[in-house]
């Protein structure tokens, strides 16, 4: 059983940079597609980005594009969402996720996803 942790809760300003991390819980999930997904108070989640199993394929939405990058290191089975010029409207709860055999079709749903971590908060404001 893959078990996801987001790194810790995080304040910061506009224009600042954070990067999270997916810890695995001691399961390995270097076969799955690592998806990242947000969500803001009385929304719905969304996709962020996403990077299949061995990183050589990277979505993204359009909301972050050009300032999120995706990443994942298979050796220390970390995967990393690194995200730049954080805006107001970034504010949400984040989540990674994983899931085997997701088609480009399907990567941006929630329901492709098997194993999902708890979110962590990320809070933009000055």
């Known amino acids: 059983q893959v078990q996801l942790a987001e790194s810790g809760e995080r304040l910061v300003q506009p224009g600042d940079s954070l990067t999270l991390s997916c810890a695995s819980g001691?399961?390995?999930?270097?076969?799955?597609?690592i998806g990242w997904f947000r969500q803001a108070p009385g929304k719905e989640r969304t996709f962020v980005a996403a990077?299949?199993?061995?990183?050589?394929?990277?979505y993204y939405a359009d909301s972050v594009k050009g300032r999120f990058t995706v990443s994942r290191n298979n050796a220390e089975n970390t995967p990393y969402l690194q995200m730049n010029n954080l805006k107001p409207e970034d504010t949400a709860v984040y989540y990674c996720?994983?899931?085997?055999?997701?088609?480009?079709?399907?990567?941006?749903?929630?329901?492709?996803?098997?194993?999902w971590g708890q979110g962590t908060q990320v809070t933009v404001s000055s």
């Open positions: 001691g399961g390995r999930y270097t076969r799955n597609t």
């Open positions: 996720a994983a899931g085997v055999s997701i088609s480009r079709v399907a990567v941006k749903r929630t329901s492709a996803y098997h194993y």
């Open positions: 990077i299949s199993w061995n990183g050589g394929i990277t």
